[in-house]
């Protein structure tokens, strides 16, 4: 059974979709199976790895509204062992569509249940909002990465996550687990990137990733030619730290995995 991972911010360009693309591509660098879902109407992970949005292309809107099977709607990317459940401007209507369905919180998860053996890694780009497309992903999720930019207002409505997260633990009985805290678009040569840096491991201890992501010109300019950083500039330094948080995800499943069977 694949491993599935929400990346969630309520906040805008904290790195989200960047860390979506760039992290599913570095798990697929890896010799793994990938999927990456795009949960967020803007449809950025879906242009991002270069998915045209052609008339008649089937998306998660299909597959949480019109019970379509999530294998029709997959499609390949250019990494390969990366596929992606694409997303396109029909998904704003979702939040509201799915308000009177039965079992609301449950489409993604029960959508994503014949297909996730297939697949070591899921990963989920949520929405920049706590809406029910989000919700859908955390109950989705064995786990929740949370990117942060360090900048002055990191920590603001972070706590409205948090919140969000022990909601879905109580209410839906679901091990929801923090994946790790990913400090994004890091500048080490200002005081205050370092002081909230430090503030945050402070917060967070533990759950913080060992591996930054910088501010990076060649990250911003990828999506616009429709590939990870991988494939248009591997010699980069986001590319680089990219490759070295997959491989530190992977190392920490394989420790829990360790600890649970010794357990």
């Known amino acids: 059974m694949g491993k599935v991972i929400a990346i969630a911010n309520q906040k805008g360009g904290v790195g989200k979709t960047t860390t979506a693309i760039n992290l599913a591509a570095s798990l697929a660098a890896n010799d793994l199976k990938v999927l990456l879902v795009d949960s967020d109407p803007q449809g950025n992970s879906t242009t991002g790895l270069g998915i045209s949005k052609v008339e008649g292309l089937r998306t998660i809107y299909d597959v949480l509204l019109a019970h379509t099977d999530p294998a029709l709607a997959l499609q390949p990317t250019e990494c390969e062992?990366?596929?992606?459940?694409?997303?396109?401007?029909?998904?704003?209507?979702?939040?509201?569509?799915?308000?009177?369905?039965?079992?609301?919180?449950?489409?993604?998860?029960?959508?994503?249940?014949?297909?996730?053996?297939?697949?070591?890694?899921?990963?989920?780009?949520?929405?920049?909002?706590?809406?029910?497309?989000?919700?859908?992903?955390?109950?989705a999720a064995d786990s929740v990465l949370i990117p942060i930019q360090c900048e002055f207002f990191a920590l603001e409505g972070i706590s409205q996550l948090l919140d969000t997260v022990d909601r879905v633990r109580d209410s839906f009985q679901?091990?929801?687990?923090?994946?790790?805290?990913?400090?994004?678009?890091?500048?080490?040569?200002?005081?205050?990137?370092?002081?909230?840096?430090?503030?945050?491991?402070?917060?967070?201890?533990?759950?913080?990733?060992?591996?930054?992501?910088?501010?990076?010109?060649?990250?911003a300019e990828a999506p616009s030619y429709g590939k990870p950083i991988l494939l248009y500039d591997v010699r980069s330094r986001g590319a680089e730290c990219y490759i070295k948080l997959a491989k530190e995800i992977i190392a920490n499943e394989q420790r829990t995995r360790e600890a649970q069977s010794v357990g």
């Not at 704003?92 to 996730?116: C, K, T, Y």
């Not at 805290?181 to 990733?209: I, P, Y």
């Open 81 to 139: 062992g990366l596929d992606i459940l694409p997303a396109d401007k029909n998904l704003v209507a979702a939040n509201l569509e799915l308000v009177d369905q039965p079992h609301r919180e449950f489409r993604l998860r029960q959508s994503l249940a014949g297909i996730r053996k297939n697949y070591q890694y899921i990963l989920i780009d949520c929405p920049p909002a706590l809406d029910l497309l989000t919700l859908n992903a955390l109950v």
């Open 174 to 219: 679901h091990p929801l687990r923090i994946e790790g805290v990913l400090l994004t678009m890091f500048d080490d040569r200002t005081n205050l990137t370092r002081q909230v840096a430090a503030d945050l491991r402070e917060f967070f201890k533990e759950e913080v990733f060992k591996t930054i992501i910088p501010r990076s010109i060649r990250l």
